[in-house]
């Protein structure tokens, strides 16, 4: 029985957000197929497997395996094992886009300590090239500063909207 009071999806809606999603992280960096992967598990009601992932994307498992490896290293999905199978389910985390971008990366703090030891062996700001390697050290300082006030307001607006951590 059709339940009356949930509404319905529009599959070519979803298909179309899925493929622009992906189109538009692809143009900044993020591998396709780890983006359409992504956008399908975002668009599900609930977990996938990675068959399910492949079938509603029309590829390969060896496809969705490589993009769901990569996915997971960001944060940005879960894998969870089936109980009494040997498939994984996959899942958004609670978050994603605060883990994916600001908590689990670190980038910044690397970058932050590789440019502290090139300021150093050009012997601080006595030169043209120590003073250019200082104010990149300079700016990801700022960077990383800027999300760390970025994350508590964010962590502030959830919380204010009641949302806080849940299930993606």
Do not use: C
Not at 106 to 115: P, Q, S, T, V
Not at 137 to 160: H, I, K, N, S, Y
Request: hydrophobic letters at 45%; zero cysteines.
């Amino acid at each position: 029985m059709l339940d009356a009071h949930r509404p319905t999806r529009s599959e070519e809606g979803v298909h179309l957000f899925v493929e622009r999603m992906a189109m538009a992280f692809a143009d900044v960096g993020i591998p396709r197929m780890a983006a359409r992967v992504l956008f399908t598990v975002m668009s599900a009601d609930g977990p996938l497997t990675a068959g399910e992932i492949a079938e509603r994307l029309g590829v390969s498992a060896a496809a969705v395996s490589g993009a769901v490896r990569y996915l997971t290293q960001f944060g940005m999905l879960v894998r969870e094992p089936v109980k009494g199978s040997r498939r994984d389910h996959y899942r958004m985390p609670d978050n994603p886009w605060y883990e994916a971008t600001i908590a689990k990366t670190g980038i910044y703090k690397n970058f932050i300590d590789i440019a502290t030891g090139g300021v150093d062996a050009l012997h601080g700001r006595a030169t043209p090239a120590g003073e250019r390697v200082a104010e990149m050290l300079d700016f990801f300082v700022f960077v990383q500063e800027e999300l760390d006030t970025l994350g508590e307001r964010w962590r502030a607006r959830r919380a204010a909207a009641g949302r806080g951590d849940r299930a993606g």
